[in-house]
C-alpha cells in the first residue's frame, strides 16, 4: 500500500514552460486535493476534485489547471509557467468530505 | 469563505516544558479543527482533531481545546521532547456547504531546545 505517491520529485522550469504534476493514490478515495505551500503562508489549496471527472477551484486556482480522468489520478498542470509559481506542491486525498486527508510528499517546483 | 489565524508563527521551548499554539476562526459554521504536525522535508500528518461537539480532546502528551463562543482552538504538548521540533498547522472545515475543503492557517515553527 504505497498511499499518496507524487511525480516527479523536483522539477527546474524556465519561465513559459510547461508541465504536469501527477498524484497517484492506491486507497481508493473519493477526494482529492492540490495544495501549495509557501514559506510563512502555510498551505493553501489551488484545486480539488470530490470524485472521478469532477474537479472544482479552490484558493488560489489562478494559472492551473487540473484533471480527474481516473479516481486514483490527479493532475496538476502549469500551461506557462511563472517564477510566482515556484513553490512545494503537495497533493492530499480523503475517503469521504469529512475524513482525514493524507498527503504525497510534495513536490519541489523552481521556475527561473 | 473561511479564515485561520495561527499564533504564533515561531515558538522556541526547552525540553520537558510546555508548547501552547493558538488558532482562530472566523465561519460559526466550522464544525471540525484538525492539527498536522511536518518535520523537516515530510509531507503534513495528522496528528489530533476535535468536533464542535466536544471541548478537549486528549491524545497522550498532546492535546487540543476548543471554545465555540470565542471561536478559537489550541494545541497543547506537554512535556516536550526533541522529536516534537516541527511545523505545526491547524485546520478548520466548516460543517455544511463547503465541507470538503479545509482551510489551513500559515504554520507554527516549533524548536525544542535540548
Known amino acids: 500500500n504505497a498511499g499518496v505517491t507524487q511525480t516527479p520529485k523536483f522539477r527546474v522550469l524556465k519561465t513559459g514552460q510547461s508541465m504536469t504534476l501527477l498524484c497517484a493514490q492506491d486507497m481508493n478515495h473519493e477526494y482529492m486535493y492540490w495544495y501549495r505551500q509557501d514559506p510563512g503562508m502555510g498551505l493553501r489549496l489551488i484545486h480539488y476534485s470530490v470524485g472521478e471527472g469532477t474537479t472544482a477551484k479552490g484558493e488560489v486556482p489562478d494559472g492551473y489547471n487540473v484533471s480527474r480522468l481516473k479516481k486514483q489520478n490527479f493532475l496538476l498542470g502549469l500551461e506557462s509557467a511563472a517564477p510566482s509559481q515556484t513553490s512545494v506542491y503537495f497533493c492530499?486525498?480523503?475517503?469521504?468530505?469529512?475524513?482525514?486527508?493524507?498527503f504525497g510528499p510534495g513536490t519541489r517546483l523552481t521556475v527561473t | 469563505g473561511e479564515n485561520v489565524e495561527q499564533h504564533p508563527s515561531t515558538l522556541s521551548v526547552q525540553e520537558g516544558d510546555s508548547a501552547v499554539i493558538k488558532c482562530t476562526y472566523s465561519?460559526?459554521?466550522?464544525?471540525?479543527f484538525p492539527w498536522y504536525k511536518q518535520e523537516l522535508g515530510k509531507r503534513p500528518q495528522l496528528i489530533i482533531d476535535i468536533r464542535s461537539n466536544v471541548g478537549e480532546k486528549k491524545d497522550q502528551r498532546i492535546a487540543v481545546t476548543l471554545n465555540k463562543t470565542a471561536k478559537h482552538f489550541s494545541l497543547h504538548i506537554t512535556e516536550t521532547q526533541p522529536e516534537d521540533s516541527a511545523v505545526y498547522f491547524c485546520?478548520?472545515?466548516?460543517?455544511?456547504?463547503?465541507?470538503?475543503?479545509?482551510?489551513f492557517g500559515t504554520g507554527t515553527r516549533l524548536t525544542i531546545i535540548p
Open positions: 465561519d460559526s459554521a466550522s464544525n471540525y
Open positions: 485546520a478548520a472545515r466548516p460543517q455544511n456547504f463547503g465541507n470538503e475543503k479545509l482551510t
Open positions: 492530499a486525498s480523503s475517503y469521504r468530505a469529512e475524513g482525514e486527508q493524507y
